[in-house]
């Protein structure tokens, strides 16, 4: 229990300190790559097949719309972002995950 008061202080604390950073500045803060690093697994399990998927918003089409000073800025994220290869990986996890691959 202490450990998780301890994380809710620490995201108190960061939360007060980005108050007055502009939304690219907050960004910058907290990205950090995930190269080489499992974003999901799947495997075999008795006679099915089990996946693991450590971030659901990329199964998803979301619009965040984000205060910044005296503009509100819209992000798009998961499948509505050009480019990324969210939905083909959607329908390929559901082929595997029905064997139809």
Same mark, same amino acid.
């Given at each position: 229990?202490?450990?998780?008061?301890?994380?809710? &202080?620490?995201?108190?604390? %960061?939360?007060?300190?980005?108050?007055?950073?502009?939304?690219?500045?907050?960004?910058?803060?907290?990205?950090? %790559?995930?190269?080489?690093?499992?974003?999901?697994?799947?495997?075999?399990?008795?006679?099915?097949?089990?996946?693991?998927?450590?971030?659901?918003?990329?199964? %998803?089409?979301?619009?965040?719309?984000?205060?910044?000073?005296?503009?509100? !800025?819209?992000?798009?994220?998961?499948?509505?972002?050009?480019?990324?290869? &969210?939905?083909?990986?959607?329908?390929?996890?559901?082929?595997?995950? %029905? !064997?139809?691959?």
């Amino acid at each position: 229990m202490h450990g998780d008061r301890q994380a809710l &202080n620490s995201a108190a604390d %960061s939360a007060e300190a980005s108050k007055d950073k502009t939304l690219e500045e907050t960004t910058n803060d907290v990205s950090t %790559s995930v190269a080489g690093r499992a974003q999901g697994i799947v495997m075999d399990v008795g006679k099915g097949c089990l996946a693991v998927v450590g971030e659901a918003g990329m199964f %998803s089409a979301q619009i965040a719309k984000i205060a910044d000073g005296d503009r509100t !800025r819209k992000f798009k994220m998961g499948m509505n972002v050009q480019g990324y290869d &969210n939905q083909k990986f959607a329908l390929n996890l559901m082929h595997g995950l %029905s !064997r139809f691959l």
